[in-house]
Protein backbone atom coordinates (compact mmCIF):
# COMPACT_ATOMS: atom_id res chain seq x y z
CA UNK A 1 0.00 0.00 0.00
CA UNK A 2 3.01 1.91 0.83
CA UNK A 3 4.02 1.69 -2.86
CA UNK A 4 1.11 2.14 -4.08
CA UNK A 5 0.57 5.34 -2.57
CA UNK A 6 4.19 6.98 -3.52
CA UNK A 7 3.74 6.13 -6.84
CA UNK A 8 0.43 7.15 -7.36
CA UNK A 9 1.47 10.49 -6.41
CA UNK A 10 3.97 10.85 -7.83
CA UNK A 11 2.09 10.32 -11.39
CA UNK A 12 -0.71 12.35 -10.23
CA UNK A 13 1.82 15.21 -9.38
CA UNK A 14 2.97 15.21 -13.30
CA UNK A 15 -0.18 14.67 -14.61
CA UNK A 16 -1.87 17.21 -13.11
CA UNK A 17 -0.06 20.04 -14.47
CA UNK A 18 -0.16 18.33 -17.65
CA UNK A 19 -3.35 17.89 -17.52
CA UNK A 20 -4.19 21.60 -17.59
CA UNK A 21 -2.41 22.21 -20.94
CA UNK A 22 -4.44 19.12 -22.79
CA UNK A 23 -7.89 21.23 -21.44
CA UNK A 24 -6.55 24.56 -22.22
CA UNK A 25 -5.55 23.21 -25.81
CA UNK A 26 -8.71 21.11 -26.19
CA UNK A 27 -6.52 17.98 -26.81
CA UNK A 28 -8.52 15.79 -24.47
CA UNK A 29 -9.68 13.18 -27.62
CA UNK A 30 -6.02 13.43 -28.64
CA UNK A 31 -4.64 11.87 -25.23
CA UNK A 32 -7.46 9.21 -25.31
CA UNK A 33 -6.01 8.20 -28.59
CA UNK A 34 -2.40 8.06 -27.61
CA UNK A 35 -3.59 6.08 -24.25
CA UNK A 36 -5.26 3.49 -26.68
CA UNK A 37 -1.76 3.34 -28.46
CA UNK A 38 -0.55 2.10 -25.79
CA UNK A 39 -1.11 -1.68 -25.92
CA UNK A 40 0.10 -1.64 -28.95
CA UNK A 41 3.53 -0.61 -27.89
CA UNK A 42 3.16 -2.97 -24.64
CA UNK A 43 3.11 -5.57 -27.73
CA UNK A 44 5.93 -4.06 -29.52
CA UNK A 45 8.13 -3.65 -26.33
CA UNK A 46 7.42 -7.35 -25.25
CA UNK A 47 8.54 -8.82 -28.24
CA UNK A 48 11.61 -6.89 -28.89
CA UNK A 49 12.52 -7.82 -24.79
CA UNK A 50 12.25 -4.81 -24.90
CA UNK A 51 10.79 -2.96 -21.49
CA UNK A 52 7.16 -2.55 -22.02
CA UNK A 53 6.97 1.01 -21.07
CA UNK A 54 9.56 2.07 -23.43
CA UNK A 55 7.46 0.54 -26.58
CA UNK A 56 4.64 2.68 -25.12
CA UNK A 57 6.40 5.28 -25.22
CA UNK A 58 7.51 5.09 -28.81
CA UNK A 59 4.48 3.95 -29.57
CA UNK A 60 2.65 6.75 -28.52
CA UNK A 61 5.46 9.47 -30.37
CA UNK A 62 4.84 7.29 -33.61
CA UNK A 63 1.39 7.88 -32.90
CA UNK A 64 1.46 11.81 -32.72
CA UNK A 65 3.82 12.30 -35.13
CA UNK A 66 1.91 10.06 -38.03
CA UNK A 67 -1.27 11.95 -36.47
CA UNK A 68 0.58 15.48 -37.41
CA UNK A 69 1.07 14.22 -41.03
CA UNK A 70 -2.03 12.58 -42.09
CA UNK A 71 -3.90 15.69 -40.46
CA UNK A 72 -1.97 17.97 -43.41
CA UNK A 73 -3.23 15.71 -45.62
CA UNK A 74 -6.82 16.93 -45.19
CA UNK A 75 -8.16 13.79 -46.31
CA UNK A 76 -10.62 13.68 -43.46
CA UNK A 77 -11.57 15.26 -40.43
CA UNK A 78 -9.45 15.54 -37.23
CA UNK A 79 -11.73 14.20 -34.80
CA UNK A 80 -12.20 10.85 -37.41
CA UNK A 81 -8.76 10.32 -37.57
CA UNK A 82 -8.21 10.45 -34.11
CA UNK A 83 -11.02 7.72 -34.10
CA UNK A 84 -9.34 5.63 -36.36
CA UNK A 85 -6.31 5.61 -34.85
CA UNK A 86 -6.96 5.38 -31.42
CA UNK A 87 -9.43 2.08 -32.18
CA UNK A 88 -7.33 0.66 -34.64
CA UNK A 89 -4.15 0.94 -32.77
CA UNK A 90 -5.99 -0.48 -29.59
CA UNK A 91 -7.12 -3.36 -32.40
CA UNK A 92 -3.76 -4.07 -32.83
CA UNK A 93 -2.45 -4.02 -29.77
CA UNK A 94 -4.90 -7.09 -29.02
CA UNK A 95 -4.27 -9.00 -31.64
CA UNK A 96 -0.22 -8.60 -31.43
CA UNK A 97 -0.38 -9.52 -27.90
CA UNK A 98 -2.89 -12.36 -29.24
CA UNK A 99 -0.21 -13.46 -31.87
CA UNK A 100 2.97 -13.44 -30.72
CA UNK A 101 4.03 -16.75 -29.86
CA UNK A 102 5.22 -17.69 -26.61
CA UNK A 103 3.92 -13.94 -24.75
CA UNK A 104 1.87 -14.52 -21.79
CA UNK A 105 0.67 -11.01 -20.04
CA UNK A 106 -1.84 -10.06 -18.15
CA UNK A 107 -4.31 -8.08 -19.74
CA UNK A 108 -6.39 -6.87 -17.71
CA UNK A 109 -3.09 -5.16 -15.39
CA UNK A 110 -2.50 -3.60 -18.52
CA UNK A 111 -6.36 -2.14 -19.71
CA UNK A 112 -6.72 -1.46 -16.02
CA UNK A 113 -3.71 -1.11 -14.31
CA UNK A 114 -2.24 -2.75 -11.05
CA UNK A 115 -0.65 0.19 -8.67
CA UNK A 116 -0.34 -2.38 -5.86
CA UNK A 117 2.16 -4.41 -8.18
CA UNK A 118 4.48 -1.86 -8.29
CA UNK A 119 7.80 -2.53 -6.71
CA UNK A 120 10.98 -0.34 -5.74
CA UNK A 121 12.02 -0.16 -9.44
CA UNK A 122 8.89 1.23 -10.61
CA UNK A 123 8.51 4.10 -7.75
CA UNK A 124 12.61 5.12 -8.87
CA UNK A 125 11.10 5.05 -12.94
CA UNK A 126 8.22 7.03 -12.05
CA UNK A 127 9.96 9.58 -10.07
CA UNK A 128 12.36 10.07 -12.28
CA UNK A 129 10.40 10.46 -15.11
CA UNK A 130 8.83 12.77 -12.94
CA UNK A 131 11.03 15.13 -12.40
CA UNK A 132 12.19 14.67 -15.87
CA UNK A 133 9.13 16.06 -17.07
CA UNK A 134 8.41 18.55 -14.24
CA UNK A 135 11.73 20.00 -14.87
CA UNK A 136 11.13 20.31 -18.55
CA UNK A 137 7.26 21.86 -17.77
CA UNK A 138 9.36 24.64 -15.17
CA UNK A 139 11.57 25.83 -18.05
CA UNK A 140 9.14 25.55 -21.03
CA UNK A 141 6.10 26.72 -18.66
CA UNK A 142 5.88 29.77 -20.21
CA UNK A 143 6.59 29.12 -23.71
CA UNK A 144 4.00 26.43 -23.74
CA UNK A 145 1.78 28.81 -22.33
CA UNK A 146 2.10 31.49 -24.88
CA UNK A 147 1.61 28.80 -27.87
CA UNK A 148 -1.47 27.70 -25.81
CA UNK A 149 -3.08 31.52 -25.32
CA UNK A 150 -2.41 32.28 -29.08
CA UNK A 151 -0.06 30.49 -31.61
CA UNK A 152 -0.04 33.01 -34.36
CA UNK A 153 1.26 35.51 -31.76
CA UNK A 154 3.71 32.93 -29.85
CA UNK A 155 4.66 32.96 -33.96
CA UNK A 156 5.26 36.35 -34.50
CA UNK A 157 7.12 36.36 -31.27
CA UNK A 158 9.51 34.13 -32.15
CA UNK A 159 8.56 31.31 -30.32
CA UNK A 160 9.31 27.97 -32.01
CA UNK A 161 5.25 26.57 -32.11
CA UNK A 162 6.48 23.17 -34.04
CA UNK A 163 8.86 22.03 -31.65
CA UNK A 164 7.01 23.04 -28.74
CA UNK A 165 4.05 21.24 -29.78
CA UNK A 166 6.80 18.53 -30.66
CA UNK A 167 7.75 18.43 -26.89
CA UNK A 168 4.63 18.54 -25.05
CA UNK A 169 3.55 15.57 -27.36
CA UNK A 170 6.73 13.77 -25.89
CA UNK A 171 5.66 15.04 -22.45
CA UNK A 172 2.25 13.43 -23.10
CA UNK A 173 3.76 9.99 -24.04
CA UNK A 174 6.13 9.99 -20.87
CA UNK A 175 2.89 10.42 -18.61
CA UNK A 176 1.08 7.78 -20.44
CA UNK A 177 3.86 5.46 -20.41
CA UNK A 178 4.00 5.85 -16.46
CA UNK A 179 0.39 6.41 -15.56
CA UNK A 180 -0.83 3.12 -17.23
CA UNK A 181 0.47 1.50 -14.44
CA UNK A 182 -1.89 3.32 -12.01
CA UNK A 183 -5.11 2.80 -13.71
CA UNK A 184 -4.22 1.30 -17.06
CA UNK A 185 -4.79 2.26 -20.61
CA UNK A 186 -8.36 2.77 -21.04
CA UNK A 187 -8.49 5.15 -18.05
CA UNK A 188 -4.71 6.99 -18.01
CA UNK A 189 -7.11 9.99 -19.79
CA UNK A 190 -8.68 10.62 -16.93
CA UNK A 191 -5.78 11.24 -14.82
CA UNK A 192 -4.68 14.50 -17.15
CA UNK A 193 -8.06 16.09 -17.24
CA UNK A 194 -10.11 15.24 -14.33
CA UNK A 195 -8.19 16.37 -11.68
CA UNK A 196 -7.12 19.46 -14.08
CA UNK A 197 -11.32 19.97 -14.80
CA UNK A 198 -11.94 20.04 -10.83
CA UNK A 199 -9.06 22.56 -10.43
CA UNK A 200 -10.20 25.31 -13.34
CA UNK A 201 -12.98 26.30 -11.39
CA UNK A 202 -11.03 26.77 -8.01
CA UNK A 203 -8.15 28.10 -9.52
CA UNK A 204 -7.30 32.22 -10.18
CA UNK A 205 -3.86 31.75 -12.77
CA UNK A 206 -2.62 29.23 -14.86
CA UNK A 207 0.26 28.38 -12.26
CA UNK A 208 -2.72 28.16 -9.02
CA UNK A 209 -4.56 25.46 -11.84
CA UNK A 210 -1.62 23.18 -12.50
CA UNK A 211 -1.07 23.40 -8.73
CA UNK A 212 -4.55 22.57 -7.61
CA UNK A 213 -4.60 20.24 -10.31
CA UNK A 214 -1.64 17.81 -8.44
CA UNK A 215 -3.28 18.60 -4.94
CA UNK A 216 -6.69 17.18 -6.42
CA UNK A 217 -4.68 14.27 -8.12
CA UNK A 218 -2.83 13.45 -5.19
CA UNK A 219 -6.54 13.60 -2.66
CA UNK A 220 -7.79 11.41 -5.39
CA UNK A 221 -5.04 8.70 -5.53
CA UNK A 222 -4.97 8.21 -1.49
CA UNK A 223 -9.04 8.34 -1.16
CA UNK A 224 -9.20 5.35 -4.04
CA UNK A 225 -6.57 3.53 -2.03
CA UNK A 226 -8.58 3.81 0.87
CA UNK A 227 -11.46 3.01 -0.67
CA UNK A 228 -9.73 -0.21 -2.32
CA UNK A 229 -8.57 -0.84 0.88
CA UNK A 230 -11.59 -0.93 2.66
CA UNK A 231 -14.12 -2.56 0.56
CA UNK A 232 -11.71 -4.58 -1.65
CA UNK A 233 -12.27 -2.27 -4.88
CA UNK A 234 -10.24 -2.52 -8.41
CA UNK A 235 -7.73 0.04 -7.05
CA UNK A 236 -7.56 1.61 -10.30
CA UNK A 237 -11.00 2.53 -10.91
CA UNK A 238 -11.72 3.22 -7.56
CA UNK A 239 -8.92 6.73 -8.13
CA UNK A 240 -10.65 7.29 -10.72
CA UNK A 241 -13.89 7.44 -8.84
CA UNK A 242 -12.67 9.65 -6.28
CA UNK A 243 -11.43 12.18 -8.77
CA UNK A 244 -14.99 12.38 -10.45
CA UNK A 245 -16.49 12.60 -7.14
CA UNK A 246 -13.93 15.46 -6.07
CA UNK A 247 -15.39 17.02 -9.41
CA UNK A 248 -18.70 16.76 -8.60
CA UNK A 249 -18.05 18.57 -5.16
CA UNK A 250 -16.21 20.94 -6.75
CA UNK A 251 -19.19 21.83 -8.84
CA UNK A 252 -21.32 22.29 -5.11
CA UNK A 253 -18.93 25.04 -4.11
CA UNK A 254 -19.55 28.79 -4.91
CA UNK A 255 -16.78 29.92 -7.01
CA UNK A 256 -15.82 32.97 -5.12
CA UNK A 257 -15.69 30.71 -1.95
CA UNK A 258 -13.70 27.96 -3.88
CA UNK A 259 -11.30 30.69 -5.48
CA UNK A 260 -10.55 32.10 -2.03
CA UNK A 261 -9.78 28.85 -0.34
CA UNK A 262 -7.11 27.85 -3.10
CA UNK A 263 -5.46 31.61 -3.16
Same mark, same amino acid.
Given at each position: ???????????????????????????????????? *????????????????????????????????????????????????? #???? +???????? #?????????????????????????????? %????????????? @???????????? +????????????????????????????????? /???? *????????????????????????????????????? %???? @?????????????????? +?? /???????????? *?
Amino acid at each position: MLRALLGGIGVAGVAGPLGCFVIWRHMVYFGAALAH *SALLGVALGLALGLPADLGIAVLCLSMALGFLVLDRSRLVTSDTLLGIL #AHGS +LALGLLAL #ALVEGLRVDLMSYLFGDILALDQIDLLVIY %GLMALVLGVLLVY @WRPLLSVTVDED +LARVEGLATGRLKFLFTILMAIVIAIGMKVVGI /LMVI *SLLIIPAATARRLAVSPEGMALAAASCGAVSVILGLL %GSYW @WDLPSGAAIVAAAAGLFL +LS /LGIPERLARLII *S
